[in-house]
C-alpha cells in the first residue's frame, strides 16, 4: 500500500508560491580527510534551507527515500564500514504524514565514510536524497561526485567537488533562434541557462542566467571570415580566460566540428571592456585572468566552400564574489552564405521537423513547444467573493446551531428547560434577579462550550486539523468512534461521564452568586453528556475536517450552545411560554435513535474517506450507497413501529411520524437513483445531492471509472492534444501526482463544486500527468536523457516531471496550465496556478483561459 509520502511530489519554487523558481532546499559540498597514510574520511555535507530536512540512510518501508551514498567500485579503494551520519539537527520517532519510525536531518548533516586506498586515485559516485517540509515533499533527486585522493598530500588528502550536469536552456519558446542580418555580418543572441542537479543557483529572478552570448561573421576577404564570439555579461559577473592552467576555474573555450572545409587561422584572440588579472581567494590564490561587462572571442578562418555550415560549441564557468556557476556547453553554428548564426537549440524543434513528423506523436518533453506570450495574464481574482470566509463561518455556525436544537430535544436536556427556568422566577427575591441569574446561566453555557471548541483548536492547530481529513487511520477513528455513538443512541449504554464529576459540580452550583450559577450550567453539561456527546462529537470532528478553518470547531460549538442556552433565557424572559412545551415522553427516545441512524451513516463516511486514501475498495460506491440507503430504511421501518431497539414499545401513528417516515423513505429512494447507468459517464449517476459526500461514481466494481470525479481524462499528453484538436476545446494540463495530498483535495473539494465541475467537463479536455508514476516507458516513447538536467528519464513520472520543468521551471503538484492545442505550438492561454483551494478563484481561472 501507497504511503502518503509527499503533500505533494513535487513541488513548490524557490522563494514563493506561484513565483518561477525550482526549489533547491539542499546544497552539497565534499571533502576529504586523511586519517593516515591509506586512509580517508570522505565526507559529503548537506545544508538545509531553514524548515526543510533530509532523511537518514537507515529506513525501512515505503516512506521517505532516505538519503544513500554510491560509490563507483575500482581496485584503488575499499569501503571501510557503512557511512556514518554525523548531525546535531537530528530528529527520530513516529511521522504522522509516513506513518511510519523515521529519522531526518534539519539545518547540516555529514556523511562520513572511511575508505582505505592503495594509492592516489578518483573515487567517484553519487548521493541520492529526498527533502521535504512540514507541507510537501520534493522528488528523489542525485548529485554526482569526486573526490581526488592524492597520497602523501596534506591532511585534507585531496580536493572533492560536485560534478555539475551541463543543460540548454528549459524555457525555449521559439522554433529556433531568429538571427539579425546586416549585410555580410550576422549577429544571433542566446543565453546559458543553468542545470537543476548540483549547481543550481536561484534569486528571485529565478534561476542564474548572467551571460547572453551574440555570434557574427565579418568577412575579410573572398576566403578569409573573422567569427566572432561576444559575451555580455550581467554586473558584478564574470567569465574566464582561455588561457587558465589547472582544474579550476573553467577557462572558456572553442571547440570546432571537424571539417575539411574550413582552416583555423592563428589563435582565437580574446578582448574585454574589463579585463581583470589577480589571484583568486576562492581557487586557493590561483592566478586566473577574468572578464567582467563584455567579452570578445575573434576566430579567423578560411574557408573553402561557403555554402557549408560551421558547427562547434564553447564552454563557460561564470562567477561572481559569492558563487559560482556549473560550467555550461552552447553549440552554435554559422551558415556564411546564407548570413546566419546563432546557438543550435537542441530543447525545441523547428517548424521543419514539426511538419516531417508524419505521426505527429512526439516522443519526448523537449519535442512540444509552448508559446507562453499570455502566461502573464491573471484575471482570477474576477468574480471572486469577498465574504466567501465569512459565509463559510457563518454555515459552520448554522450548523452548529441545528446540533444544539437536536440536543433540546433530547431526554437528558428537555426535561430540565422548565425545572432551570422555574428555578430562576420562582427561587429570586424578584423578577428582574430571576432573569438576571437565567441570563447568566445562558451566558455560562455559551461559555463552557466555546471554551471546548477553543481547546480543540488550540491543541491540535489548524494545519493538524486540515490533516485530519487526509489521513486514513484518522478517519478509521471516527468511523468506529460513531458507531460507539450509534450504539449509544440506540439505547444498549449510555456513554457518562464520572459522577465523581458530576457530584464535584453540584457542590459548587450551590455557593450562590456568579460562581454558582456558573457550576448549575457546568452541571448541566455533565448530567446531559450520555445525549449532547455524540452530538458534540459529531459536530467537533465535522468541523474539524471538513471546513478549512482553524477555528472551525469554536464557530461550531458557538452556534450548538447558542441553540442550547437560548430556550433558558426566553422562557426566563416569557414564563407564559412554558405553557406551550410538549411534554416530556417517548418522542425523546425516538429522537436518540434517529440520531443513532445519523450516527452510523456518519460513521461509513468516514471509514469510506480511509478506503479511498488507500484505494482498498472494500467500500466502493454501490456499498456505501446501499449502507446509506439501508439506514434510511431502517429509520422509516423504526418510526413506522416494525424495527425495535431497547426503548421499543408500540408505535402510535402521529403526523410527525408519518412525516418522518415518509421523509425516510423518500430518501431511500432518492439514494437509489443513485444506481441509475449514466451512458455518457460509463458509470453510475450520482445523486446531486450525494455530490461531495458520496464515494466517487468511477471507484465502483462494476463500473469503474479512472479519472476524478466521472471526468473523461487522458494520462497522456498526446492523446489529449489529438482530443483537444478534434473537440477543438483548450486542454486543461494537470500536473498531479498518485500521492499528492493537495492534488487530492483540489479534486475532491475544489473539482467537485459546481460551476467547476461544468467548466472542466464540459469546456475543457482533462489531462492529467501523473508526476510520481513509476511505469516505464513504453511506444511511443522510450527512455531519453533530459536536455534540461541531463539526466535519463526512463519511467513516466520522470517523463511528465522533465515537461513541467521544461517547459514552466517549475516541479510542484498540483500544478495546472490551460492551453489551446489549435497549432502545432501548443498556446498558454492565462498565468498557470497552482493549489488553489478557493472555490471562485479556480472557477475564474478557468472562465480566464476560456475569455
Known amino acids: 500500500m501507497k504511503k502518503i509520502f509527499s503533500t505533494a511530489i513535487a513541488l513548490l519554487f524557490l522563494f514563493k508560491i506561484g513565483e518561477a523558481q525550482i526549489l533547491n532546499p539542499v546544497k552539497w559540498s565534499f571533502e576529504s580527510k586523511k586519517i593516515n597514510e591509506t586512509e580517508y574520511d570522505l565526507i559529503a555535507t548537506a545544508k538545509l534551507d531553514k524548515g526543510w530536512f533530509i532523511y537518514s540512510q537507515f529506513l525501512n518501508g515505503d516512506g521517505p527515500v532516505p538519503t544513500a551514498l554510491t560509490f563507483k567500485p575500482t581496485p584503488q579503494y575499499q569501503l571501510i564500514g557503512k557511512a556514518a551520519e554525523v548531525s546535531d539537527h537530528k530528529k527520530s520517532g513516529f511521522d504522522k504524514i509516513f506513518e511510519m519510525n523515521i529519522t531526518k536531518f534539519s539545518d547540516e548533516v555529514k556523511f562520513v565514510q572511511r575508505v582505505k586506498v592503495t594509492g592516489s586515485t578518483d573515487i567517484k559516485g553519487s548521493v541520492e536524497w529526498q527533502t521535504c517540509d512540514d507541507e510537501k515533499c520534493l522528488p528523489p533527486n542525485s548529485q554526482d561526485f569526486n573526490y581526488k585522493i592524492v597520497v602523501g598530500a596534506s591532511a585534507s588528502g585531496g580536493a572533492a567537488a560536485p560534478i555539475p550536469t551541463n543543460t540548454p536552456s528549459p524555457t525555449q519558446t521559439t522554433p529556433s533562434v531568429l538571427p539579425t542580418q546586416t549585410g555580410t555580418s550576422t549577429t544571433a543572441t542566446t543565453s546559458n541557462q543553468v542545470p537543476t542537479n548540483g549547481g543550481l543557483v536561484a534569486n528571485s529572478g529565478g534561476i542564474q542566467n548572467p551571460v547572453k552570448w551574440t555570434f557574427e561573421s565579418k568577412k575579410k576577404s573572398e576566403t578569409e571570415y573573422d567569427l566572432v564570439f561576444k559575451a555580455n555579461l550581467d554586473k558584478d559577473w564574470h567569465i574566464y580566460s582561455q588561457f587558465l592552467k589547472g582544474d579550476v576555474p573553467i ?11 574550413i582552416e583555423l587561422v592563428g589563435k582565437l584572440k580574446e578582448e574585454s571592456t574589463k579585463r581583470r588579472q589577480h589571484k583568486e581567494p576562492v581557487f586557493d590564490n590561483m592566478e586566473v585572468i577574468d572578464f567582467s561587462e563584455t567579452a570578445t572571442f575573434t576566430q579567423s578562418i578560411k574557408i573553402k566552400d561557403i555554402t557549408k555550415p560551421i558547427n562547434g560549441s564553447l564552454e563557460f564557468q561564470a562567477c561572481n564574489n559569492e558563487m559560482c556557476l556549473p560550467p555550461n556547453e552552447i553549440k552554435f553554428f554559422y551558415d556564411i552564405a546564407k548570413g546566419t548564426a546563432g546557438e543550435i537549440a537542441d530543447n525545441t524543434i523547428a517548424s521543419t521537423t514539426q511538419t516531417t513528423n508524419t505521426s505527429g506523436i512526439l516522443t519526448e518533453p523537449s519535442q512540444f513547444q509552448f508559446d507562453k506570450t499570455n502566461e502573464t495574464v491573471d484575471c482570477t481574482t474576477e468574480g471572486v467573493k469577498a465574504d466567501d470566509t465569512q459565509s463559510s463561518l457563518w454555515w459552520i455556525f448554522a450548523l452548529g446551531f441545528g446540533g444544539g436544537l437536536l440536543a433540546l430535544l433530547t431526554p437528558c436536556v428537555f426535561p430540565m428547560i422548565p425545572l432551570t427556568v422555574s428555578f430562576f422566577t420562582k427561587g429570586s427575591k424578584d423578577r428582574a434577579t430571576g432573569i438576571r441569574n437565567a441570563l447568566i446561566y445562558s451566558l455560562s453555557i455559551i461559555v463552557l462550550y466555546v471554551s471546548m471548541g477553543l481547546l480543540i483548536t488550540t491543541i491540535f492547530g489548524s494545519d493538524a486539523l486540515n490533516r485530519l481529513s487526509t489521513n486514513p487511520w484518522v478517519n478509521i477513528a471516527f468511523g468506529v468512534l460513531f458507531l460507539v455513538f450509534a450504539v449509544s443512541f440506540f439505547g444498549y449504554f449510555e456513554i457518562t461521564l464520572p459522577s465523581s464529576w458530576t457530584n464535584k459540580a453540584d457542590e459548587a452550583s450551590n455557593r450562590g452568586g456568579l460562581i454558582g450559577i456558573f457550576f448549575m450550567a457546568f452541571t448541566l453539561a455533565l448530567v446531559s453528556f450520555s445525549c449532547t456527546g455524540p452530538i458534540i462529537g459529531t459536530l467537533l470532528v465535522q468541523t474539524a475536517t471538513s471546513t478549512g478553518f482553524s477555528a472551525g470547531p469554536a464557530i461550531g460549538m458557538l452556534g450548538f450552545a447558542t441553540a442550547l442556552a437560548l430556550p433558558f433565557g426566553l422562557f426566563a424572559l416569557f414564563p407564559a411560554w412554558l405553557q406551550s412545551l410538549p411534554k416530556s415522553g417517548s418522542w425523546m427516545d425516538d429522537v436518540k435513535v434517529t440520531l443513532g441512524f445519523i450516527e452510523v451513516a456518519l460513521a461509513f463516511k468516514f471509514l469510506s474517506n480511509a478506503d479511498l486514501i488507500k484505494g482498498w475498495k472494500y ?142 467537463r464540459d469546456k475543457y479536455i482533462l489531462v492529467s500527468l501523473y508526476t510520481d508514476d513509476k511505469k516505464e516507458l513504453h511506444a511511443p516513447y522510450a527512455p531519453y536523457t533530459s536536455k534540461f538536467d541531463g539526466k535519463l528519464k526512463d519511467t513516466e513520472g520522470e517523463m511528465w516531471t522533465d515537461l513541467e520543468a521544461t517547459f514552466f521551471n517549475k516541479n510542484s503538484q498540483p500544478f495546472y496550465v490551460l492551453v489551446s492545442a489549435k497549432e502545432p505550438i501548443l498556446k498558454v492561454l492565462n498565468a498557470p496556478t497552482a493549489y488553489t483551494p478557493e472555490v471562485e478563484k479556480y472557477k475564474a481561472f478557468l472562465e480566464c483561459g476560456l475569455r
Open 619 to 760: 467500500l466502493p460506491y454501490e456499498a456505501f450507497l446501499a449502507i446509506w440507503i439501508v439506514c434510511a430504511l431502517g429509520l422509516a421501518l423504526y418510526h413506522a413501529g416494525i424495527l425495535k431497539f431497547k426503548y421499543g414499545g408500540k408505535k402510535k401513528f402521529s403526523i410527525p411520524r408519518g412525516a418522518v417516515v415518509a421523509l425516510s423513505l423518500a430518501f431511500a429512494a432518492y439514494l437509489g437513483l443513485g444506481f441509475r447507468y449514466n451512458a455518457t459517464t460509463e458509470t453510475f449517476q450520482t445523486p446531486e445531492m450525494g455530490s461531495g459526500i458520496l464515494p466517487p461514481a468511477g471507484y465502483s466494481y462494476i463500473y469503474p471509472q479512472k479519472c476524478p470525479l466521472n471526468l473523461s481524462c487522458f494520462h497522456d499528453l498526446n492523446e489529449g492534444i489529438a482530443e483537444a484538436r478534434k473537440q477543438n476545446k483548450p486542454i486543461l494540463l494537470d500536473f498531479t501526482g498518485w500521492n499528492c495530498a493537495n492534488c487530492r483535495k483540489m479534486e475532491e473539494n475544489v473539482w467537485n463544486k459546481p460551476g467547476v465541475m461544468e467548466l472542466i
Open 251 to 261: 577557462p572558456t573555450s572553442f571547440k570546432f566540428e571537424k571539417n575539411d572545409n
